[in-house]
């Protein structure tokens, strides 16, 4: 069985800071591992080779529609390969877009968010044939406009790297100057600020009336390399003037954006993390990753995040900054963090996961051949 994944994202390691790029990532090696009748191809636009899928045929040829400026040769030289790999596939394997080109062939959609328009058109422009969406929230929120007996529901996974993580200073201390005497509030998001940063400083600024050993660890903008550079660099500098203006330069350390492979132990030093958005979250990898690694989690409780982790399980809702510290402050010690591993190893295990999927494909492709 031959399966085209369509991604309208470059294949950068750098960009491998937010769900879909993560999500993907080990699930299409470890089913091509696992199961040997079933072959990936992705195609997306130009971009470095990146190994998190040496294994996996890449096409990195199409111009990226999304850029600036494009020609109608770029269109038709982007339409003229993608038909030559749909010819050769059982299975289009669409991620938050529409396939570009007309075709019979039976199509899988991942629906990953409900913030963008394009996204969103999706879901009622691409002609599926079977639909995934990661939560019941995001489930709840589209089956009335939609023939939901085609809708499954299939969660993101723990990616094994956070699996077994203990604390390495080397490894941290690549991205900054790491004491072990500090008590580090991790803040591990793009510089877009409807994540939170400017809360995030006034929980700090609170947290130190109390405690003045209290860092948080903000990342700098990834040297993405066409996505939105200079919003997330202007995005940035703002939250330093902020920083600057609150007199808090000393206890918000800004670092370079952390390698991928290096996150698990970022989570591990961390006393809590920040989950800050405002938005209807469709999953959230931030939260599952780091009550993967012990470090628990404050968010809003926003879209599918409690239904991802229940409230409880390493994860805490607050409104004010004043509940934020005192949950803050009350430490870690009394919460089950190892019970709470456990929890979400089970619940999001990747052989589960990916069999879900298989049994899907597999599906999809018998009801083609009916």
């Known amino acids: 069985m ?59 040829s199409l111009v990226d529609m999304e850029r600036d400026f494009v020609s109608p040769k770029d269109i038709y030289e982007n339409f003229q390969k993608i038909k030559k790999l749909e010819e050769q596939t059982d299975i289009i394997w669409m991620i938050d877009r529409n396939f570009p080109i007309q075709s019979n062939k039976p199509k899988l959609l991942s629906l990953n968010t409900l913030c963008y328009e394009r996204e969103l058109m999706s879901i009622f422009q691409s002609g599926w044939t079977k639909m995934v969406c990661l939560t019941d ?33 080397e490894i941290i201390k690549k991205y900054f100057d790491y004491d072990k ?29 109390s405690d003045d050993s209290y860092r ?15 919003r997330e660099q202007h995005n940035i500098d703002v939250v330093k003037e902020y920083v600057n203006k609150k007199k808090l330069n000393d206890y918000v350390i800004f670092h370079k954006w952390v390698d991928y492979s290096d996150i698990p132990y970022y989570y591990k030093i961390g006393e809590f993390t920040l989950f800050l958005s405002k938005l209807p979250e ?15 989690v404050l968010s809003y409780g926003v879209g599918a ?34 019970s709470d591993i456990s929890y979400v190893k089970e619940k999001y295990n990747l052989d589960k996961i990916a ?16």
Do not use: M
């Open 2 to 60: 031959k399966i085209l994944i369509y991604l309208y994202y470059p294949v950068y390691e750098d960009h491998l800071a937010g769900g879909v790029q993560v999500w993907i990532k080990d699930l299409i090696k470890y089913i091509e591992n696992k199961y040997n009748d079933i072959k990936f191809q992705i195609i997306c636009p130009d971009g470095d080779r990146f190994d998190f899928a040496k294994d996996i045929q890449i096409e990195h």
């Open 137 to 169: 929230f995001v489930k709840n929120q589209i089956k009335d406009y939609i023939d939901s007996r085609n809708l499954y529901e299939i969660p993101c996974y723990v990616d094994p790297i956070f699996l077994n993580v203990e604390i390495n200073e």
């Open 181 to 209: 005497n500090k008590k580090y509030i991790l803040f591990p998001h793009r510089p877009d600020l409807d994540k939170g940063h400017f809360e995030a400083i006034d929980i700090l600024e609170e947290l130190i009336k």
């Open 216 to 230: 948080l660890l903000i990342p700098n903008p990834p040297l993405a390399k066409e996505i939105n550079v200079e």
């Open 282 to 296: 469709t999953f959230g990898i931030t939260l599952l990753n780091s009550v993967s690694v012990g470090t628990p």
């Open 305 to 338: 995040l409690n239904e991802v982790v229940p409230v409880g399980k390493s994860h805490f809702n607050f409104k004010t900054k004043e509940e934020a510290t005192k949950i803050i402050l009350s430490g870690k010690s009394n919460i089950d963090v190892e």
């Open 355 to 370: 069999e879900q999927y298989v049994e899907l494909f597999r599906t999809i492709k018998e009801n083609k051949n009916e």
